[in-house]
DNA sequence: CCATCTATTGGCGGATCCGCCAATTTCCAA
DNA sequence: TTGGAAATTGGCGGATCCGCCAATAGATGG
């Protein structure tokens, strides 16, 4: 019997800790060697445990999935993580991936499946469901804001006006509105209330 | 030994479900006597168990925890009631406490409490965090929206004019800006933009 | 039965928005 | 180096928004 593989857990919901331990711990292919309920945490516990395989959560109180994500793959490129999440956002999913992920699956899959992901994932592959792929490629042509407009558009939300948010960007109005004409554009959105509800949708902006 | 509190577990999320199944029925105080994954089972499950507590999560796939709530406190009003969910949205917790939720908790809680909230609630009691609590007082002065506002509101979210409104409402446009009127100041937005984002953070609209 | 809330509609005016046109500079990647 | 995207700014005009004022009818709940 080959080792089992050696998994970390992070994810800040304890019942939820305890049911992927329950599930995979059954399993003598796997292994939970640490678990962490959030970002800082997961960070030490990586450098003390090597997991091969990191399951960790998205929305987590303080530093979230994402960036947690960054600061492993920024430290130990090797490290092979799955996203473990129930937020299945456009976003979220694009920047997991882009960040370093293996692998995102949602919460609502069933064990048998979760299991079968890991082992792809330590044996190198990586895992994206075809729905969420699906979901991926159908927004492609809504190409994702600039961090210039994500931030213009985090100021609408807030209820400013194209002259306040040139004032707080230090830009003239004209410059603000041109963005705003790109937003618009780019989420396939009428006016700056559906831009809004377009960003919650696809998970730029976060409630 | 009292006989053990039987319980229904109704979460989409199969790993959550196990968890729940794993840190509840390890204490003899407790019997799993079924779980759904869904409401429209969750009914029929309840029907034929008669548990003495329901786990309810809201965000489901078909049909929510809220309607699933409501339609067992309709057929049965004895009902006993937990929601256990990872909105803390006001108006989730707001909704659930008012069609009869006899507890609200996050799924960040601990095991213990968990454990502790279901006896409470098999008690008679009721359950509602001192945060939840909270967040709902400092909210009271933002009254909720009426039924009709909210309909306007989700159109104002796809980005049609007061006249657009107006007209798919059947309503004069002048109308549908007098909602829209009430909605900003009820919201606390200074515009329809601002208007829409207040309304994912309260949980009024969902992605 | 009365007070309150809700839904409805009207006028008026200044503020703001958004579309269409065009231009410059910077910076990155092929 | 060169093409391209991003950020910046300008003018112009019609469409839309939002605030303030006031009024009526129906429903709801004390």
Redesign the interface.
């Known amino acids: 019997m080959p080792a089992p593989i050696r998994l970390l857990l992070v994810d ?9 331990a ?2 995979l711990g059954l399993d003598p292919d796997f292994e939970v060697v640490a678990q962490a ?1 959030d970002g800082e945490t997961a960070l030490g516990l990586w450098d003390r445990h090597r997991p091969d395989v990191t399951l960790l959560d998205i ?1 987590m ?1 303080g530093m979230d999935g994402i960036d947690t994500l960054r600061r492993i793959r920024q430290d130990h490129p090797s490290a092979r993580v799955l996203i473990l999440t ?1 937020s299945d ?1 456009n976003e979220d999913v694009r920047l997991a991936l882009k960040v370093g992920a293996c692998g995102y699956v949602t ?5 048998s499946e ?1 299991a079968e992901a890991i082992r792809t994932i330590h044996a190198g592959g990586r895992i994206l469901s075809e729905e969420l792929k699906r979901k991926l490629t159908e927004d492609e042509g809504a190409r994702h804001l600039t961090s210039r407009e994500i931030e213009v558009l985090g100021l ?4 400013f ?1 194209n002259d306040e948010i040139g004032r707080l960007l230090g830009i003239s109005e004209r410059t603000a509105r041109a963005h705003m004409g790109t937003i618009l554009e780019k989420l396939n ?9 377009r960003g ?2 696809t ?1 730029i ?1 976060k ?1």
Do not use: C, I, W, Y
């Open positions: 800040d919901h304890p019942v939820m800790r305890a049911g992927m329950n599930v309920d929305s109180g129930s956002a919460k609502n899959v069933r064990a979760l609408v939300r807030q209820g006006t959105a009428s006016d700056r209330a559906a831009a809004v509800a919650f949708e998970g902006l409630a």
